[in-house]
């Protein structure tokens, strides 16, 4: 169940972040190059002046600027400055930024040749006034200011990946770098505009290779601040949830175990093999770390703006499945403390978790039917199914779901749920609040 949901969540990754060198392909032979327009061909007339007739127009290997010329307002003035990626003779690729002049384009400003080929381009508002220029070249990032008709190198490093993000809710982005490995861990480090200049914060160790990052996203923390929140999966069908709080320069890591208050002295220093919470050595210190076996991440399930972190509850730490496997809850940090935002359970092979009341994941099994796509609840104490979870393609006929309530639905499927219990029950669920329970992943 969980490896489906493994290689869907690193499929997804690759498009949801940009690796430094993810592909060794030729671009042109990938792809045509689009035909010039009117304007184009002035341009490219502008820039065969500068580079001869021998050359060739480069294109980045992802993102939406595929065209022979990228145009932005690279320094502020008002207009539109043209930018063209291209080789010629050495093989190395240069860029040339290309001013509107009368009815035609000059070339103005000539960038000494980078080598390989672009992975991507983006610019990037760091600070008031023109963005920036943030190119990925394989195995290392550029990042590029236009100021007085000269283009700036402003800073360059190595990396494994990088994201984008506005790490502090300030209305800037940042850039998060991800670089090196040791002992299967990465080093993440987080480029951002400092008032006067671009600059770089220290390296800050994660648990987790960069390709093992299923989801990144920045969200309000729960005490008047920002985090970068990280889900990545450890090793094989152990995940982990790491927060990155940038702050005066400096980047902070945290884990749910960082906010959780003891109420027995001797659990701050667990065993490391007593369930969900392990202990790292090494030059971070000693501490507990959170682990969980299924593979769901950082959401707002109540939809109050504020982003919480999954644990598992259960006892046992086996990496097969069991019937407390499913049981998840969402936390979330009050007054600098963990507490409990959400109850229930996860199925991340059909992408999805269901709230259910805190009691039944003691007082109830929970086992997945793959023939039938069911979760299905059942009593510990009468071995009575009491609420069954049902998933359906919609290409397949729906006439045994007729006593089910549909709660959700996406292209091609259909979820349903049942309840076999009266209302008197200790097991009943309100009908009304069945499609508040479902939440996709």
């Keep these: 169940m969980k490896k489906t949901f493994l290689f869907a969540a690193v499929a997804a990754l690759c498009l949801a972040f940009s690796g430094c060198s993810v592909f060794e392909t030729d671009t042109e032979a990938l792809m045509h190059p689009p035909l010039l327009s009117e304007e184009q061909e002035k341009l490219n007339a502008a820039l065969t002046e500068v580079a001869g007739e021998n050359f060739t127009l480069k294109y980045p290997k992802t993102g939406e600027m595929n065209s022979a010329f990228i145009f932005e307002d690279l320094d502020n003035d008002g207009e539109d400055e043209a930018m063209a990626f291209y080789s010629s003779v050495d093989e190395s690729t240069r860029i040339n930024i290309l001013k509107k002049s009368g009815d035609g384009w000059i070339s103005v400003y000539e960038a000494a040749g980078f080598s390989g080929e672009m992975e991507s381009i983006d610019f990037i508002q760091m600070k008031n006034g023109a963005p920036v220029l943030f190119v990925k070249w394989p195995g290392e990032i550029g990042i590029y200011s236009f100021e007085n008709d000269r283009l700036e190198t ?46 770089s914060t220290e390296e800050i160790s994660v648990h987790a290779e960069y390709d093992s990052i299923i989801s990144a996203k920045v ?37 749910v175990a960082d906010f959780v208050v003891y109420e027995d002295e001797n659990e701050k220093e667990p065993e490391a093999e007593s369930g969900t919470i392990i202990i790292i050595g090494g030059n971070l210190g000693k501490r507990g770390i959170f682990l969980r076996n299924t593979g769901v991440y950082c959401l707002d ?80 104490e009468t071995s009575r199914v009491i609420f069954k979870i049902c998933m359906s393609e919609k290409s397949d006929y729906q006439d045994k779901f007729e006593d089910y309530v549909l709660v959700a639905e996406d292209e091609t499927r259909n979820f349903y749920v049942k309840s076999f219990v009266e209302p008197e029950d200790n097991f009943y669920l309100d009908p009304e609040l069945y499609e508040k329970c479902f939440i996709f992943i």
């Design 154 to 199: 402003v800073y360059s490093a190595a990396c494994d990946g990088t994201d984008i993000v506005d790490m502090n809710a300030d209305g800037f982005s940042e850039i998060v770098v991800f670089k090196g490995t040791a002992m299967s861990r990465s080093f993440l480090s987080v480029i951002y505009h400092d008032g006067n200049e671009v600059v």
């Design 219 to 255: 969200g309000d923390f729960g005490n008047g601040k920002y985090a970068y929140f990280v889900d990545s999966f450890v090793y094989e069908e152990v995940f982990l949830t790491e927060m990155f709080v940038l702050e005066e320069g400096e980047v902070e890591r945290f884990t």
């Design 301 to 380: 399930t109540n939809g109050d703006g504020v982003m919480e972190f999954p644990v598992e509850v259960r006892e046992d730490y086996a990496t097969e499945a069991s019937d407390e496997l499913y049981y998840i809850q969402y936390m979330q940090l009050v007054d600098e403390e963990a507490k409990v935002a959400w109850n229930g359970i996860a199925n991340t092979q059909d992408g999805y978790i269901f709230a259910v009341p805190a009691a039944w994941n003691e007082r109830a099994t929970l086992s997945f039917n793959s023939l039938d796509n069911e979760m299905v609840f059942i009593d510990k």
